[in-house]
T-cell receptor, first 111, second 116 residues
Framework: QKEVEQDPGPLSVPEGAIVSLNCTYSNSAFQYFMWYRQYSRKGPELLMYTYSSGNKEDGRFTAQVDKSSKYISLFIRDSQPSDSATYLCAMSLYNNNDMRFGAGTRLTVKP | DTAVSQTPKYLVTQMGNDKSIKCEQNLGHDTMYWYKQDSKKFLKIMFSYNNKELIINETVPNRFSPKSPDKAHLNLHINSLELGDSAVYFC???????????????FGSGTQLSVL
């Protein structure tokens, strides 16, 4: 079993839809949970960062962490074509040195 | 201004060659990293380096070596390239001077390495 599982998709939705992206993990010691967005031929950029359990909202994006279920989610409201990218979940125990990434979910938002 | 820049963007080479990828960051960060992203998009850390220590992922072959001429640069040198080294290599940096863990990572645009 991989430490971090993420459905690679691809996921295609119409513009304006609510998108739900998810990851599960096996190591209950993870404390830091992140979502990165990666456009084609670009490096990942940090979207959301959460420490421990709970929700965090930033504009159209909401990150949820459920440590009891070892499950994290990213919701995108009112999705836009510019949201079309690969979304990678990431998590770590202590710092960037032990970060584990999911495989990424490729999202396409159609106008 | 590009925060983390790496060159070249594409690198095509023969098996057995030695090659280098350069990385520079103008963010004033104290920690730099090299990541490898394989064809299935898995990102794995290879090295992290600040002026105090080099941390090496134990799975990285010793054919790979990071070289840091100064705080703003971390180059990746690869000896005796193999077919399995084909991947996209990302440089990244973060500012860990505040002592907080998991400061934001800033990634470069990647170098696509193809070994023939």
């Amino acid at each position: 079993q991989k430490e971090v599982e993420q459905d690679p998709g691809p996921l295609s939705v119409p513009e304006g839809a609510i998108v739900s992206l998810n990851c599960t993990y096996s190591n209950s010691a993870f404390q830091y949970f992140m979502w990165y967005r990666q456009y084609s031929r670009k490096g990942p950029e940090l979207l959301m960062y959460t420490y421990s359990s709970g929700n965090k909202e930033d504009g159209r994006f909401t990150a949820q962490v459920d440590k009891s279920s070892k499950y994290i989610s990213l919701f995108i409201r009112d999705s836009q074509p510019s949201d079309s990218a690969t979304y990678l979940c990431a998590m770590s125990l202590y710092n960037n040195n032990d970060m584990r990434f999911g495989a990424g979910t490729r999202l396409t938002v159609k106008p | 201004d590009t925060a983390v820049s790496q060159t070249p963007k594409y690198l095509v080479t023969q098996m057995g060659n030695d090659k280098s990828i350069k990385c520079e960051q103008n963010l004033g960060h104290d920690t730099m990293y090299w990541y490898k992203q394989d064809s299935k998009k898995f990102l794995k850390i290879m090295f992290s380096y600040n002026n105090k220590e080099l941390i090496i992922n134990e799975t990285v072959p010793n054919r790979f070596s990071p070289k840091s001429p100064d705080k703003a640069h971390l180059n990746l040198h690869i000896n005796s390239l193999e077919l399995g080294d084909s991947a996209v290599y990302f440089c990244a940096s973060s500012d860990d001077r505040g002592g907080a863990t998991n400061e934001k990572l800033f990634f470069g645009s990647g170098t696509q390495l193809s070994v023939l």
